[in-house]
Nanobody, 122 residues
Framework: QVQLVESGGGLVQTGGSLRLSCAAS????????MGWFRQAPGKEREFVAA????????FSADALKGRFTISRDNAKNTGYLQMNSLKPEDTARYYC???????????????WGQGTQVTVSS
């Protein structure tokens, strides 16, 4: 099985930046596409961004384009989410996930991390 651990969350001011990491166990990280999702209290899980196995293909939620960038380093078994120009509405718990394809649907991912909290103050 695959285990994922997110890190890099924290408290940041509006307009600030954070870089989230998703560390995968084992040596099979490159076999999977990776997605980032977020969930705020009282809201449903929301797609953030996804990346193909090799990293050649990426896409992100329309509302986040230009601010969030997904990437991965397969040699380190680690994925990343660079978040810039953060807004209070970005406040949520952020999760990484692995699955067979880079989709925007949470149910299509097989492995999930525990999440890391991102809080953006106004």
């Amino acid at each position: 099985q695959v285990q994922l651990v997110e890190s890099g969350g924290g408290l940041v001011q509006t307009g600030g930046s954070l870089r989230l990491s998703c560390a995968a166990s084992g040596h099979t990280f490159s076999f999977y596409a990776m997605g980032w999702f977020r969930q705020a209290p009282g809201k449903e899980r929301e797609f953030v961004a996804a990346i193909s196995r090799s990293g050649a293909s990426t896409f992100s939620a329309d509302a986040l384009k230009g601010r969030f960038t997904i990437s991965r380093d397969n040699a380190k078994n680690t994925g990343y989410l660079q978040m810039n120009s953060l807004k209070p509405e970005d406040t949520a718990r952020y999760y990484c996930a692995l699955g067979p394809a880079p989709t925007m649907r949470p149910v299509q991912y097989d492995y999930w991390g525990q999440g890391t909290q991102v809080t953006v103050s106004s």
